[in-house]
């Protein structure tokens, strides 16, 4: 396991378009803060795999996805999740799917997105444990897990750790209250 210590800093997730992929790219930015867990998944399939991986998600195969087939999908990403907070359980709330057009995706420039969130409460003066893991291996096993600090958490903190597990996928976040 490799570990990072830094001081407290931010990162702010930005949305761009994607390029051709040659490999199906999937990234989770988890962003944390006082009183919730955002979660924003970005998969950006490759030019090989676009037309394949829309029609996973196209269950009907009539070349657009519903609202219903993008929920479905966005449910079973979102459910392969695993979020736990100094011991206990978090569940996800799914909040949107966005899924481009079938060309779009087949050309390996689309970028599906998934959001959701849960509410929490951190105790002040405390130290912390966020453990994040994703399982979903429909499209690749290949996950890179990206944790951002809310500005509302960010200026209570003393020390940060994050923990990246050889393992991809996983990330745990560890800091102190002051």
Known sequence: MRRIFLAATIAVPVQASA??????????HLSIGVNAVELAIVIVPSSQDGAAIFSTIDNNGDGVVSDDEGRIFATNVVSATRLTIDGQA??????????????TVASGTAAITVNASAELRLADRQAHSVDFSITYEEFSHD??????????????????????????????????NR
């Open 19 to 28: 390029h051709p992929h040659h490999y199906v790219d999937q990234q989770v």
């Open 90 to 103: 978090f569940t996800f709330i799914l909040a949107d799917v966005g899924i481009p057009d079938e060309t």
């Open 143 to 176: 996950w890179f897990v990206q944790p951002f600090l809310y500005p509302n958490l960010l200026g209570k903190i003393a020390q940060l750790e994050i923990d990246r597990s050889d393992r991809a996928g996983k990330v745990v976040v560890r800091f102190s």
